[in-house]
């Protein structure tokens, strides 16, 4: 079973909304991501996640807080967010990152975004 | 630095018939993997096809194949039999084997949308 899941499927938010996006996986992976895409566009990496310990944080502004509760979840806490941050946010995970073998990623459905 | 280059924005294909999308990359690494997602306008992006750079088979995965050329650096995708199911954007990806570092991170290409026509 390769299912990632992620909740909401959508989301509205003003600009003074704290939310929070979820995602679990049952595979046993011990690498998850969050990427952010915009339309048209491919899925940038935002931060990954190793044995539960943030290894990446590709720059990203601190109005995005991730957190790792333990190794089948990744959450994403969202605070005064921009509009320009509107997106679709999907969330992958991995088998064993760094152990000398290219590591598939797979991924949830992602959640769409709207900041107002 | 390494580089995924797609240079179809968009293909429309008959309905049953074969689809090639292209694919070149670009890195000096010598052990890396190519990968080949699917996204249809749900937005799941759903994985399709690995080929690792000393596999010496081209990887098949049912209507899908990969037809692999490492020294020309191209690493296509095959549908056979083409479905109306198939129409979505397709992303080739790269990854280097050993992800240690910060640089060191799957990267995609822009995508190719494709548009199964009945």
């Known amino acids: 079973d390769t299912e990632v899941t992620q909740t909401p499927k959508h989301l509205v938010m003003g600009m003074t909304n704290k939310k929070s996006l979820k995602c679990e996986q049952h595979?046993?992976?011990?690498?998850m991501y969050w990427y952010k895409q915009k339309a048209k566009k491919p899925p940038e990496l935002m931060f990954v996640y190793s044995y539960e310990k943030l290894s990446i944080n590709e720059s990203v502004p601190s109005r995005f807080s991730p957190e790792c509760p333990n190794s089948s979840l990744l959450n994403l806490h969202l605070h005064a967010l921009q509009p320009e941050d509107s997106a679709l946010y999907l969330c992958a995970s991995s088998q064993e990152p760094g152990t000398g073998t290219t590591d598939t990623q797979y991924f949830g459905p992602g959640t769409r975004l709207t900041v107002l | 630095a390494q580089k995924i280059t797609q240079t179809q924005p968009g293909m429309f294909v008959q309905e049953k018939e074969a689809v090639t999308l292209d694919c070149t990359y670009d890195?000096?690494?010598?052990?890396?993997?190519l990968f080949w997602y699917k996204q249809p306008s749900s937005g799941e992006m759903i994985f399709l096809i690995y080929?690792?750079?000393?596999?010496?088979q081209n990887a098949t995965e049912g209507r899908y194949s990969l037809n692999f050329q490492k020294a020309r650096k191209s690493a296509n995708l095959v549908i056979s039999a083409s479905q109306l199911g198939d129409s979505a954007m397709y992303f080739c990806a790269m990854s280097p084997r050993f992800i240690m570092n910060r640089d060191d991170k799957i990267i995609f290409g822009k995508g190719t949308r494709l548009h199964i026509l009945p």
């Open positions: 080929q690792g750079s000393y596999d010496e």
């Open positions: 890195t000096s690494d010598q052990s890396y993997g």
């Open positions: 595979m046993g992976h011990r690498a």
